[in-house]
């Protein structure tokens, strides 16, 4: 009834786009987990090894989803990802859902419900190997 006509054709450029975005931001994280996995450990008051291991699994969850291979199984490996950093913040750090100048988790809620979009629906169809 209020639908806007031709935006249903976007789907898939929108969902491509969603990745992309999804992907950059993990993509980056993970690299700088990797580069400076010391640093990054000490930071977060996390293990080296463990730092080791999300800064990889960030850079193979971003390349999944930049390229469209094994989409819906990339998105759902990033969630506990940000589930762990909701539970630092929250638990460790203390801090609330906007939390100070902007630090807050509702960033990895929204990266949470954005891998869930991408889970759900298969990501699109513009992809190395489109999953629907």
């Known amino acids: 009834m209020f639908s806007i006509p031709g935006a249903p054709q976007l789907t898939d450029l ?3 786009l969603l990745r992309l975005m999804v992907a950059l931001v993990f993509g980056t994280s993970g690299f700088n ?3 400076s996995p010391r640093q990054r450990a000490q930071s977060l008051g ?7 291991f999300i800064g990889a699994a960030e850079v193979a969850g971003a390349l999944g989803l930049t390229f469209g291979v094994l989409t819906q199984w990339a998105a759902l490996g990033l969630i506990p990802i940000m589930l762990g950093a909701i539970y ?3 638990v460790q750090w203390k801090t609330g859902f906007w939390g100070e100048k902007a630090s807050g988790w509702h960033y990895e ?9 991408i889970l ?3 990501g699109g169809r513009i992809a190395l190997f489109p999953s629907h």
């Open 14 to 16: 929108s969902l491509l």
């Open 33 to 35: 987990h990797l580069k």
């Open 46 to 52: 996390l293990s080296i090894p463990f730092t080791v």
């Open 88 to 90: 630092m913040k929250v």
């Open 109 to 117: 809620l929204l990266f949470i419900v954005m891998c869930l979009t």
């Open 120 to 122: 759900t629906t298969g």
